[in-house]
């Protein structure tokens, strides 16, 4: 029996030939194997191994990222995938498209969008659109999922002030503690996420570690 995995593919591409040409697409592990050369011929060894990847690319070009923003228009080649992926991939990639577009403002490449200036503003507009509502409204659940968030899109987000980022980081701990997650894991996580030291994170962990 083949193993088969399956694979989500999102990201930005400034040139469209670099895109697939359909959205599912299989990978086959031999498609990777060095071909044997000619002194073997038909003796050589045959890959014991084989594996089946079926892989959706949801990629976008930087003007399909600024159409979606702007107008709604989502690419004909997603129309058959509408669901949770799709969404997914949506969500990612604006994410993304947003941050640079902030970082590089002036920059040809990714422009601002005209109704759209930050993450935030991004991820308000996919709940108009009906798009990961109960994620994007559930701000403890959006602190663990949204890897892609810098702090300050956080609180921008939240509309949560700088001094309110202890009531924050007290849900996240708690919310840890709730999945399971070893209290050393969640301590790392608590330091990249919001950027406190191991000393400022232990104090943090022993209070609300409850």
């Not at 129309?79 to 040809?108: F, H, P, S």
């Not at 507009?125 to 810098?150: G, H, P, W, Y």
């Amino acid at each position: 029996m083949i193993p088969k995995l399956y694979l989500l593919q999102t990201g930005l591409e400034v040139r469209k030939a670099n895109l697939p040409k359909q959205v599912q697409y299989n990978v086959r592990l031999s498609d990777s194997y060095v071909t044997a050369d000619g002194n073997y011929k038909e003796e050589a060894a045959k890959p014991d191994l084989e594996v089946i990847v079926h892989v959706y690319d949801f990629r976008m070009t930087l003007e399909e990222m600024q159409a979606y923003i702007e107008q709604c228009i989502i690419p004909a080649r997603f129309e058959d995938y509408a669901g949770d992926m799709r969404d997914y991939a949506l969500t990612a990639n604006g994410i993304t498209y947003m941050q640079r577009a902030v970082k590089d403002e002036g920059q040809r490449e990714y422009l601002l969008p005209r109704n759209v200036s930050t993450v935030a503003d991004y991820l308000e507009l996919l709940i108009k659109r009906e798009i990961f509502v109960d994620l994007l409204t559930d701000k403890e659940v959006c602190n663990m999922t949204m890897a892609q968030f810098s702090r300050d899109d956080i609180l921008i987000y939240q509309g949560r002030e700088e001094g309110e980022i202890i009531g924050e980081i007290k849900g996240a701990i708690r919310t840890y503690k709730k999945m399971g997650i070893a209290p050393d894991d969640a301590k790392g996580y608590i330091m990249d996420e919001f950027q406190k030291s191991e000393a400022e994170t232990d104090e943090l962990m022993k209070k609300y570690w409850k």
